[in-house]
C-alpha cells in the first residue's frame, strides 16, 4: 500500500493525521480506509500520544467515498453491507479513541467526509469549510454514522433539514448551529488545532477517556446505569498513581499536574 494516501505525525504529544490524495479532495478510496484504520489504532496504542488532530490536505478535508474507487465479487448488497461494516469498525474506533480528537475542516467535508470529521470531539473549521451532506443527491442514504451522530449536535428537526436539503453549509452558519466549535483563517487552522490539542499533554489521558466512553452513551443510557459507570471510573481513578500525586500535591499547596485547559471556544 501507498503509505502516503495517509500521514501520520507527531508534533510533540499530538498525533496529526492527513489525509492525503489532494487530487481527489482527500475521497477515502478501500486503501486511504485501511490506511486511516492503522493510523488510528496507532494513535491509540502510542502511549506518548496524548491528543490526535485529524485533517486533509490540499485545501479540503474529504470528498466523502471515492464512487471511483473499484468494488469487488459478488451481489450489489451484499457488497456495500460488507464495504460499510468495515468502515463503521475502524470509524467506531476513532469515536471510542480513548484520547481527545480534533477535527480540522479546511475545504469541503462531503458525505462521508462530513461523518469522519463528526466523529472527531471538537471541530475546528477553517474560514473556507464547506459541509455538506450530499448522500441525496447521488441517490444514497447517509451513512457512516451521521444519521447517528448529526441530530445529536443540531436536533433531530434541523438534521432532517441539513440531510434531505443536500445543501452545503459555510464555516460561519456551521459555527452559529453547533456543527463546529470555532472557525479561524484557513492559514491558522492546523496551527490552531494542535495549539488546542496540546493543552491536553499533561492531562490524565485515561481519566479524559473513560469520561469520553461515558458520556459518549449519556443519550442512550439510563441514570442509574450512568451513576454505576461513574462509581466504577472513580474507583480505578482513586487508585491510581496519577491521582495519588495530583492530590498530594494539592494538599501541598504545589502546582498541579494538569492545570486545566483554558477556553478556546
Known amino acids: 500500500m501507498s503509505d502516503n494516501k495517509v500521514l501520520f505525525e507527531t508534533d510533540g504529544k499530538t498525533a496529526v493525521i492527513t489525509l492525503n490524495r489532494p487530487q481527489r479532495r482527500n475521497a477515502l478510496d478501500e ?34 467515498a471515492d464512487l471511483n474507487g473499484g468494488g469487488g465479487e459478488g451481489e450489489m448488497p451484499f457488497l456495500v453491507r460488507d464495504a460499510l461494516l468495515g468502515a463503521h469498525r475502524w470509524h467506531a474506533e476513532l469515536m471510542d479513541l480513548e484520547k481527545p480528537v ?16 463528526l466523529g472527531a470531539d471538537f471541530i475546528i473549521a477553517s474560514d473556507k469549510a464547506r459541509l455538506v451532506s450530499n448522500f441525496p443527491r447521488i441517490g444514497f442514504a447517509p451513512d457512516l454514522g451521521l444519521m447517528y451522530i448529526l441530530p445529536r449536535l443540531v436536533g433531530l428537526v434541523r438534521a432532517k433539514e441539513i440531510v434531505f436539503s443536500a445543501r452545503e453549509i459555510l464555516a460561519d452558519e456551521a459555527l452559529e ?36 466512553g461515558i458520556m459518549n452513551r449519556t443519550f442512550e443510557t439510563d441514570r442509574h446505569a450512568m451513576t454505576q459507570l461513574e462509581t466504577a471510573v472513580q474507583g480505578l481513578c482513586a487508585a491510581s498513581s496519577y491521582n495519588a500525586e495530583a492530590v498530594r500535591r494539592f494538599f501541598a499547596k504545589e502546582a498541579p499536574l494538569y492545570p486545566g485547559a483554558e477556553r478556546l471556544f
Open 31 to 64: 486503501e486511504s480506509k485501511q490506511l486511516l484504520a492503522a493510523a488510528i489504532r496507532r494513535a491509540r496504542e502510542d502511549r506518548e500520544v496524548s491528543s490526535v488532530v485529524l485533517t486533509g490536505a490540499g485545501g479540503h478535508f474529504c470528498s466523502g
Open 177 to 212: 448551529i453547533g456543527l463546529v466549535q470555532a472557525v479561524v483563517p484557513a492559514e491558522r487552522l492546523r496551527e490552531t488545532a494542535v495549539e488546542y490539542a496540546r493543552r491536553f499533554d499533561n492531562a490524565p489521558t485515561h481519566v479524559l477517556g473513560m469520561a469520553k
Open 102 to 117: 480534533i477535527s480540522a475542516i479546511d475545504g469541503f467535508a462531503v458525505g462521508a467526509g462530513l461523518s469522519l470529521a
